[in-house]
T-cell receptor, first 114, second 113 residues
């Protein structure tokens, strides 16, 4: 019953450092996405993918890169971290097809950029 | 432009009372309206959802009321319990074949014992 697994759960970076947040799902979902959650701002879509080799930008893509080489994995890369990227990041996945609106979320990765 | 507006930002309700959270949307192309529940330290999870062809959907103590003409929908939690204390997000999506959801900003609900 793994569902959506995110690593690491916590990370502290210095400004300018790079890192990758990992996301893996075992439900054979075609659709995967990354959201960031900030106080008072709700959940904002960063990037999403509807299948291996296909990615697209969401509402707040600047400063983040993604790739989708397999159905299971959807890593989020920060190339040069900035304090504005301090946030809680959630990976979510779902089936493509009939629009059910049901996203399955991971437990989040809390990132602090100093 | 905020496409889904949610209110209130926070809510305190006594045990046994009714919790009401409201959302309004702007995009008439939205055709799916889910509510997500998030406990501290966890990811959001789908609670209940509605499509615009019905005006109300009930699942246990949770009810969604939908007003298509006003472009508004609301979540009612009857007989609220301390275990309902969580952050609630409304959301909306278009019929695009996958779930690119637009979320409201969330409501932090505290049910006092």
């Amino acid at each position: 019953n793994a569902g959506v697994t995110q690593t690491p759960k916590f990370q502290v970076l210095k400004t300018g450092q790079s890192m990758t947040l990992q996301c893996a799902q075992d439900m054979n979902h075609e659709y995967m996405s990354w959201y960031r959650q900030d106080p008072g701002m709700g959940l904002r879509l960063i990037h999403y993918s509807v299948g291996a080799g296909i990615t697209d930008q969401g509402e707040v893509p600047n400063g983040y890169n993604v790739s989708r080489s397999t159905t299971e994995d959807f890593p989020l890369r920060l190339l040069s971290a900035a304090p504005s990227q301090t946030s809680v990041y959630f990976c979510a996945s779902s089936y493509v097809g009939a629009n059910t609106g049901e996203l399955f979320f991971g437990e989040g990765s809390r990132l602090t950029v100093l | 432009q905020q496409q889904v507006k949610q209110s209130p930002q926070s809510l305190i309700v006594q045990k046994g009372g009714i919790s009401i959270i409201n959302c309004a949307y702007e995009n008439t192309a939205f055709d799916y309206f889910p509510w997500y529940q998030q406990f501290p330290g966890k990811g959001p999870a789908l609670l209940i959802a509605i499509r615009p062809d019905v005006s109300e959907k009930k699942e246990g103590r949770f009810t969604i009321s939908f007003n298509k003409s006003a472009k508004q929908f609301s979540l009612h939690i009857m007989d609220s319990q301390p275990g309902d204390s969580a952050t609630y997000f409304c959301a909306a999506s278009k019929g695009s074949g996958y779930s690119t959801l637009t979320f409201g900003k969330g409501t932090m609900l505290l049910v006092s014992p």
